[in-house]
C-alpha cells in the first residue's frame, strides 16, 4: 500500500511487515519476533535475533524488540528503557513521576502537583493534595473523605455513613428501620420492611412503593414513573423523553430530533440526530459511527479497533495485547501478556513493568524508583523525599525539616517538624510529644475516644457503639447495635437504612431514593430525572439534552450528550467513550483500561497488577495483591505499606502514621499530636499547653492544665488534684489525707503519720 506525496507506505509479506511514513518520520519492520521502530533523524540496522539502533539528533524515538527483550530510547534528555526477562528498568528527564513494583504491589510518588497512592493485600490508600481527597478501603470496609468540598463517606459490613459540605447531606445506615422529617415545609420519610413512602415540599415529589411496585410523580409537568414486575414506564416534561420496557426489551425516544433507541434480545439499535451518532450491534459484534469525521469503532470477537478524528488517536487491539497511540507527540501504550510500557509526553512520565518488577523515574532530577522482588527503593527531588524498604522494614526521611521515620519489626521510631512531635514505638508501647495544639486520642480494649481543636468533632467508642459529635449546628450521630439515630445541619438530611432496604437524601429542591434487595433507584433534580430498575435489567438518566440507557444482563449500555458519545458491550468486551478532545477505552477480562483527556492519562491493567492515573502535576499509583500504594498531591505525600503494617499521609505541616494490627496511631496538625496504641496500654493527648495521658489496664491518669494537676491511680491507691494554692490528696484503702488552700494539714486518720 502506498499514499499520497511522500507520505506513506506499506509492504507486507510471510510473517514480516514494513512500514515507513512522511519525510524521515516513521519507520516500523516487525520480523518472526522482532519489532524494530525508529523515529524522526534515526536509523536502525537489523540483523539475527538482534536489534541495534543509531540515533541522531532531536526528537529522536528508538524502540528494539527481541524474544523477551525490549530497549526504548526517547528524544533529548527524555526517556530511556530497557527490559529484560522478568526485568524492567525506566530513566527519565524532565518530568515528574516515580514508581515501584513488588510481587503483587506499586508503590508511586509524583513532583509537584504531587498525587501518592499505595495499595496492599484488600486495602487501598489514596490522599491527595490541596484539592483534599482521602480514600482508604480494607477488607468489606471503605472509608471516602474530602476537603473544601466537604464530603465523607465511611463504608462497613452492612453499614453506610455519607457526611457532606455545609449544611448539605449525611447518611448512615445499619440494619433496621428510618422514619425522618426534613427541614421547613420540605420531607418527611417513613418505611418498613420492604415499603417506602416519601413526600416532599411545595409541589415537588410524592412516592410510594410496596413490595415490587413503585410509583413515582414529580413538580409542574416534570417526571412520571410506574413500575410494576419486569415493567417500567417513564415519561418526562415537555417534549422530552418517553420510555417503556417490558420482559427484555426497552423501546426509548427522545425530544426535537435527537434520540430514537430500541433493544431487542440481545441486539441494540440506536439512531440520533442531526448528523450525530449510528450504532447497531449484534450477538458479540459492533459497529459505531459518529459525526463529522470524528470516531469509527468496529468490533468482532475478542478484536477492536478504534480510529478518531484530525490526528488524535489510534487503538487496535487482539488477543491479549493492546496497543494505543494519541496525537500530536503524547502518549504511547503498548501491552503484552503481563508486560506494560507507558511512556507520556514532552519529558512527562515514563512506566515500565515485568513479572512482578518496575522501575519508572520522572522529571527534571527529581524521582528515581526501582523495586525488586520484596524491596523498593525510592528518591525525590532537591532535597525532598528518601524511602527505602526491605522485608519488613521501612525507612523514610522527608524534606527540610519535616519527617523522618524508620520501622523494623514491631518497631517504629519517627520524628517530625520544629517543635512539633516526637515518637518512638516498641512491641505494644508507644509514646508521643508534640508542640502547641489541639487533638486528644484515647484508646483502650475495643475502645476509642477522640476529641479534636475549637469545637469541632468529638468522638467515642465502645463495643459495637458509636457517638459522633462535630461542629457548629453541624451533624451528631450515635450508633448501637443495628441502631442509628442521626441530625444535620441547616435544612438538609440524608440517610439509609436496612439490609439494602432504602436510602434517603434531600437537598434544597433534589430527591433521591433507593429501595431494598435489587428494586428501584430514583434521583431527582430541577429538570432531571434518574431511574434505575430491578435485577439487571434497565438504568436511565435524562436531563437537558442528555439521555443514558443500559440494558440486561451484560448487554449494551449507552449515553449521549450534545457531541458526546460512549457505549459499552457484552460481557467484558470493549467500552468506549468519547467527547471534546477525551478518549476513554476499557477492554476484556482483566486486560487493559486507558482513558485520556487534555493533559491526563490514566491506565489501569490486568488482575491485581497496575494502575496509574496522572494529571496535571499528579500522579496516582495502585498495585496488586497488597504491598505498596502512593498518591501525591501538591504539598501532600500518601504512603501506605503491606498488611497491617504501616500507613502514612503528610499534608502542609499535618502526618497521619498508624501501624500494625492494634498497634499504634498517630495523627497530627498545626501543633498537634493525637496518639493511641495497642490493647489497653497508652494514650497521649496534647493541646496549648495542656497534656493528657491514660494508660493500660487500671493504671495511670494524668490531665495537666495551666497551674493545674489531676492525677488518679488504681486499684485503690492514690488521687491528687491541684488548683491555685490548693492541694489534695487520698491515699489507699482506710487512708486519706487533706490539705487546705495555705497547704495546712486540715485531717489525718490514725495510721497515716508514721508514713506521713
Known amino acids: 500500500m502506498s499514499q499520497g506525496p511522500g507520505l506513506v507506505s506499506m509492504s507486507q509479506g510471510p510473517g514480516v511487515v514494513s512500514m515507513s511514513q512522511g519525510p524521515g518520520v516513521v519507520s516500523v519492520s516487525l520480523g518472526p519476533g522482532l519489532v524494530s521502530v525508529s523515529g524522526a533523524r534515526s536509523s536502525q540496522h537489523a540483523s539475527g535475533a538482534r536489534t541495534s539502533q543509531h540515533v541522531s539528533g532531536a526528537r529522536t524515538i528508538s524502540v528494539s524488540q527481541g524474544p523477551g527483550v525490549a530497549s526504548v530510547s526517547q528524544g533529548p534528555g527524555l526517556v530511556s528503557m530497557s527490559q529484560g526477562p522478568g526485568v524492567a528498568s525506566v530513566s527519565q528527564v524532565p518530568g515528574l513521576v516515580n514508581v515501584s513494583q513488588g510481587p503483587g504491589l506499586v508503590s508511586m510518588s509524583q513532583g509537584p502537583g504531587l498525587v501518592s497512592l499505595s495499595q496492599g493485600p484488600g486495602l487501598v490508600s489514596l490522599p491527595q493534595g490541596p484539592g483534599l481527597v482521602s480514600v482508604s478501603q480494607g477488607p468489606g470496609v471503605a472509608s471516602v473523605s474530602q476537603g473544601q468540598g466537604l464530603v465523607s463517606m465511611s463504608q462497613g459490613p452492612g453499614l453506610v455513613s455519607v457526611s457532606q459540605g455545609p449544611g448539605v447531606a449525611s447518611v448512615s445506615q445499619v440494619p433496621g428501620l428510618v422514619s425522618m422529617p426534613q427541614g421547613p415545609g420540605v420531607a418527611n420519610v417513613s418505611q418498613g420492611p420492604g415499603v417506602a413512602n416519601v413526600s416532599q415540599g411545595p409541589g415537588l415529589v410524592s412516592m410510594s412503593q410496596g413490595p415490587g411496585l413503585v410509583s413515582v410523580s414529580q413538580g409542574p409537568g416534570v417526571a412520571s414513573v410506574s413500575q410494576g414486575p419486569g415493567v417500567v414506564s417513564v415519561s418526562q416534561g415537555p417534549g422530552l423523553a418517553s420510555v417503556s420496557q417490558g420482559p427484555g426489551l426497552v423501546s426509548m425516544s427522545q425530544g426535537p430530533g435527537v434520540a430514537s433507541l430500541s433493544l431487542g434480545p440481545g441486539v ?176 483502650g480494649p475495643g475502645l476509642v475516644s477522640v476529641s479534636q481543636g475549637p469545637g469541632v468533632a468529638s468522638v467515642s467508642q465502645g463495643p459495637g457503639v458509636v457517638s459522633v459529635s462535630q461542629g457548629p449546628g453541624l451533624a451528631s450521630v450515635s450508633q448501637g447495635p443495628g441502631l442509628v439515630s442521626m441530625s444535620q445541619g441547616p435544612g438538609v438530611a440524608s440517610l439509609s437504612l436496612g439490609p439494602g432496604v432504602a436510602s434517603l437524601s434531600l437537598g434544597p429542591g433534589v430527591v433521591s431514593v433507593s429501595q431494598g434487595p435489587g428494586l428501584v433507584s430514583m434521583s431527582q433534580g430541577p429538570g432531571v430525572a434518574n431511574v434505575s430498575q430491578g435485577p439487571g435489567l434497565v438504568s436511565m438518566s435524562q436531563g437537558p439534552g442528555l439521555v443514558s440507557v443500559s440494558q440486561g444482563p451484560g448487554v449494551a449500555s449507552l449515553s449521549l450528550g450534545p457531541g458526546v458519545a460512549s457505549l459499552s458491550l457484552g460481557p467484558g468486551v470493549v467500552s468506549v467513550s468519547q467527547g471534546p478532545g477525551l478518549v476513554s477505552m476499557s477492554q476484556g477480562p482483566g486486560v487493559a483500561n486507558v482513558s485520556q483527556g487534555p493533559g491526563l492519562v490514566s491506565m489501569s491493567q490486568g488482575p491485581g497488577v497496575v494502575s496509574v492515573s496522572q494529571g496535571p502535576g499528579l500522579a496516582s499509583v495502585s498495585q496488586g495483591p497488597g504491598l505498596v500504594s502512593m498518591s501525591q498531591g501538591p504539598g501532600l505525600a500518601s504512603l501506605s505499606l503491606g498488611p497491617g503494617v504501616v500507613s502514612m499521609s503528610q499534608g502542609p505541616g499535618v502526618a497521619s502514621l498508624s501501624l500494625g494490627p492494634g498497634v499504634a496511631s498517630v495523627s497530627q496538625g498545626p501543633g498537634v499530636v493525637s496518639v493511641s496504641q495497642g490493647p489497653g496500654v497508652v494514650s497521649v493527648s496534647q493541646g496549648p499547653g495542656v497534656v493528657s495521658v491514660s494508660q493500660g489496664p487500671g493504671v495511670v491518669s494524668v490531665s495537666l492544665g495551666p497551674g493545674v494537676v489531676s492525677v488518679s491511680q488504681w486499684p485503690g491507691v492514690v488521687s491528687v488534684s491541684q488548683g491555685p494554692g490548693v492541694a489534695s490528696l487520698s491515699q489507699g484503702p482506710g487512708l486519706a489525707s487533706a490539705f487546705s488552700t495555705q497547704g495546712q494539714l486540715t485531717h489525718l486518720p490514725k495510721g497515716l503519720g508514721r508514713e506521713i
Open 268 to 443: 441494540a439499535s440506536l439512531s440520533q440526530g442531526p448528523g450525530l451518532v449510528s450504532v447497531s450491534q449484534g450477538p458479540g459484534l459492533a459497529s459505531v459511527s459518529q459525526g463529522p469525521g470524528v470516531v469509527s469503532v468496529s468490533q468482532g470477537p475478542g478484536l477492536a479497533s478504534v480510529s478518531q478524528g484530525p490526528g488524535l488517536v489510534s487503538m487496535s487491539q487482539g488477543p491479549g495485547l493492546v496497543s494505543l497511540s494519541q496525537g500530536p507527540g503524547l502518549v504511547s501504550l503498548p501491552q503484552g501478556p503481563g508486560l506494560v510500557s507507558v511512556s507520556q509526553g514532552p519529558g512527562v512520565a515514563s512506566v515500565s513493568q515485568g513479572p512482578g518488577l518496575v522501575s519508572m523515574s520522572q522529571g527534571p532530577g527529581l524521582v528515581s524508583v526501582s523495586q525488586g522482588p520484596g524491596v523498593a527503593s525510592v528518591s525525590q527531588g532537591p532535597g525532598l523525599v528518601n524511602m527505602s524498604q526491605g522485608p519488613g522494614l521501612v525507612s523514610v526521611s522527608q524534606g527540610p525539616e519535616v519527617v523522618s521515620m524508620s520501622q523494623g519489626p514491631g518497631l517504629v521510631s519517627m520524628s517530625q517538624g520544629p517543635g512539633v512531635a516526637n515518637v518512638s514505638q516498641g512491641p505494644g508501647v508507644a509514646n508521643v510529644s508534640q508542640g502547641p495544639g489541639l487533638v486528644s486520642m484515647s484508646q
